[in-house]
């Protein structure tokens, strides 16, 4: 499918993207920058407090190198710094990306960002609190059995925690981003390719990045593990079907996804009671050429459906406003309409039963996609399931509520 183009699109340079980021980058690293000296005043009080939680004994914890101490003070300021920061860059990333996003799209990415950082942080606090305390503990208990001394470098330890921390935050937040994109029907064997891409493999290159020097010769087999790790979400997707609007091939063998949509026309029209059948994809609006609102919700509907056909019931589609045909056209998706507005108009009173039965009769009567001959057979068909009365020719000047039309008798 083609780059969307929003009605409300605007045409702004590259230089301006490059400008409003790096406002927003330097705010949210002003704003760093005063929390982390903030925070250094008093970090060595809760890095003592973590590190009687951490060590697995009192007497055998020392610090080769002070002045390693001093770094270590600074890095834990500027890890609880950021920890306090997330939610602010969060509505950057949010604010700066929301121009160019559908309303559902806007609203996966401010959910996603969210659940996933509250997801990283709660995973890596938790080891840091409960689970490295206790693997320490265990590794204690062994080297007792030995009968060696131990003696543990405090910076050294508090290092390793932090980077496993960051290496489980960072899994944890990408796997529950997984489940997330999957349980939301965002994820089929066709886009988990995609996110392996966009997803787990940046994932696996900044946990190794950024530990690359910690890890030491466990940097591979991380990075093995870590890949391994992020595949176990997408297994219940990877042989999942696109959640795409039904698919019907037309008289040269394409493929096609036909939408009908039901617009009211601000009342001029009204709806039909029923969906049509299978074939087709449905959507409803009460007036797609006064609400943008409306106008932006079909424009997520075809690309969420992958629609090639967009069929307005009630007017020809010349009315829709010229920004929406583009936007409409840069989807890949075709627009045309039935024009039904001029048949209802012609009965005493809008009737949503008979719309319903002439709307229904107007898409089996469709040549393109299908040939002339399969329409024929599906107006047919459609015949025979109706017993009221059909007019066939030229549409009357005036047709009772009980009567549909039909440009051509297909028997």
Known sequence: ???????????????????????????????????????????????????????????????????????????????????????????????????????????????????????????????????????????????????????????????????????????????????????????DRERVVTWRWRVSLPVVLLIVGSTWATTNDLRWPLAIGSALFLELPLLPWRRAAPRTFPTVLDQEGGRRRLLVVDCACDGAFGVPTTAPEGVFGHHTAKGLCARLSERTGLLERVQNGAASDVVIVGCSGSPLPQRFKEALASTGASLRGLDLRHVEHRRPSIQPHSMTIQRDLALAAMVDPWSAEAARERTQRALERYDGEVVFGSLPASMATNKVWLEHDPR
């Not at 000296?37 to 951490?54: D, H, P």
């Not at 080297?143 to 489980?168: E, F, H, K, P, Y």
Request: neutral net charge.
């Open 1 to 187: 499918m083609a780059d969307l183009r929003l009605e409300s699109d605007r045409d702004i340079s590259l230089v301006g993207h490059l400008e409003e980021f790096s406002a927003r980058v330097s705010l949210v690293l002003l704003v760093l920058v005063c929390i982390t000296v903030a925070l250094s005043q008093r970090v060595e009080s809760l890095l003592l407090q973590w590190l009687e939680v951490l060590a697995p004994c009192t007497s055998c914890m020392v610090v080769f190198e002070p002045g390693a101490w001093i770094g270590l003070r600074w890095t834990t300021a500027i890890v609880c710094a950021g920890i306090l920061t997330l939610p602010l860059v969060v509505h950057q990333a949010v604010a700066f990306a929301s121009p160019a996003l559908l309303p559902g799209e806007r609203r996966r990415l401010r959910v996603g960002l969210v659940g996933t950082a509250t997801i990283g942080l709660t995973v890596g606090l938790m080891f840091g609190w409960i689970g490295a305390p206790w693997v320490y503990a265990k590794a204690m208990q062994t080297v007792d059995q030995t009968g060696l001394v131990l003696a543990l470098d405090a910076v050294n330890l508090v290092q390793l925690t932090l980077a496993m921390m960051w290496i489980l935050a960072l899994l944890g937040a990408a796997a529950g981003a997984s489940l997330g994109a999957g349980a939301l029907g965002r994820l």
